[in-house]
């Protein structure tokens, strides 16, 4: 898992440390000293702690006046133990929403495993984002995340598209895509 980095070819457009408004802002990062891990396997030092032990994320661009965040994620997202929706709604998103983010994509390619617990922080987000014409999007879930994702009906407030070509595109072109592919699942 060291060897997994957080997307970078878009660092020269958007860094969350450099952002004052980013929750991350003002982190330093080390490329040699790898501290954080998942499970005792270590991962790649550019990876932002947000309160989860299993899950971590990696902001990599934020558009304030189209108001979107695109968001990498790794790791295992335990929402039956670790809460990591509620954490990550509380210390994360909920700030990102009060700089006028209402659509959020989250990459999330590199989470192996989802357990579910209730829907309730799901439905939470929907209805706060739906009044602003918002959404959450989830890219590239694997299989096995994905079946557990919809088994738990949680497709009701976020929706899952696999989406493999992102990384080929522009931060504004990947989202003009999802933009455009959520219009019309919502119409």
């Keep these: 898992m060291q060897d997994i980095e957080p997307y970078f070819n878009w660092r020269h457009l958007y860094a969350a440390e450099e952002d004052d408004r980013s929750p991350f802002f003002g982190r330093t990062y ?74 959020f994509i989250l990459i999330a390619e590199n989470v192996l495993n989802f357990h579910s617990s209730d829907d309730s922080y799901y439905e ?7 009044d602003d014409g918002g959404w959450v999007a989830v890219l590239d879930m694997p299989q096995q995340s994905q079946h557990d994702f919809k088994r738990s009906r949680l497709t009701n407030y976020v929706a899952l ?7 080929t595109l522009k931060p504004e072109l990947v989202f003009q895509q999802v933009d455009n592919w959520m219009l019309r699942q919502l119409t």
């Design 30 to 103: 080390s490329e040699f000293e790898f501290s954080q891990t998942i499970y005792n396997y270590y991962i790649h030092p550019q990876w932002d702690e947000f309160g989860s032990r299993t899950l971590y994320m990696k902001i990599l661009f934020v558009d304030y006046e189209q108001g979107y965040a695109i968001i990498e994620l790794i790791g295992e997202w335990n929402d039956a133990i670790e809460n990591d929706i509620m954490t990550l709604r509380r210390d994360i998103t909920d700030i990102m929403f009060k700089d006028g983010i209402t659509k």
């Design 124 to 130: 939470e987000w929907y209805e706060q984002l739906e």
């Design 161 to 167: 598209m696999d989406f493999p070509q992102w990384r």
